[in-house]
């Protein structure tokens, strides 16, 4: 009879132990799935990403439970399959990389950008250089034309300018 009231106690205590694990697990769970959408919101806690290891600070659960046959190895598989198809849309959840995608787009235009400058200032280049051979060979041809000039001695020169004053203008 002891035995058995013995055994009937430890079946109960098995019970409840049992049934607090239940309850943990499933406080764990809800807690990590909080913790998900705050970081797929981009909700992103000072120093964390968003990935598995800060899932697993902000839910305060030990970081291997998301791997192999553990208690959470499905939320992490949902976390991730949820993570890309965000990416997938173009949401970025974490500013950091949002960031770091903007920034090499800008990048890539600026670059662009520096292209079409440099060009601009080779296509000015080369035409100051058209315009320097040009004015160089009217120059000569303008020195030649003078030399011409005078040694045919056939320009007459104008009258040199009155001195005398004939009346005041005022």
């Known amino acids: ?3 058995r009231a013995m055994f009937g106690m430890l079946s109960v205590l098995a019970e409840l132990q049992r049934e607090l694990i239940v309850a943990n697990t499933n ?14 919101r981009g909700e992103i806690p000072p120093g964390g990403k968003c990935d598995i290891k800060t899932l697993a ?14 208690p959470y190895a499905h939320l992490r598989a949902e976390f ?11 949401e970025i959840p974490d500013p950091r990389e949002a960031q770091i ?27 100051r250089t058209q315009a320097l051979a040009r004015l160089a060979a009217q120059h000569e041809e303008i020195v030649h034309l003078r030399g011409a000039a ?21």
Do not use: H, W
């Not at 909080?34 to 970081?39: E, I, K, Q, S, V």
């Not at 600070?57 to 553990?70: C, K, N």
């Open 57 to 70: 600070r902000e839910a305060a659960v030990d970081r291997t439970a998301f791997y192999g046959t553990r």
């Open 150 to 170: 005078d040694a045919s001695n056939r320009v007459t020169r104008l009258p040199s300018p009155r001195t005398t004053v004939i009346g005041s203008c005022s």
């Open 80 to 90: 991730e399959r949820r993570l890309q198809s965000l990416q997938q849309a173009g």
């Open 1 to 3: 009879m002891e035995v």
């Open 101 to 127: 995608t903007r920034l090499k787009a800008e990048n890539a235009k600026l670059k662009e950008r520096l292209d079409q400058s440099e060009q601009t200032v080779d296509e000015l280049t080369n035409f």
């Open 27 to 40: 406080d764990g769970l809800a807690s990590a799935r909080a913790a998900m959408d705050r970081l797929l």
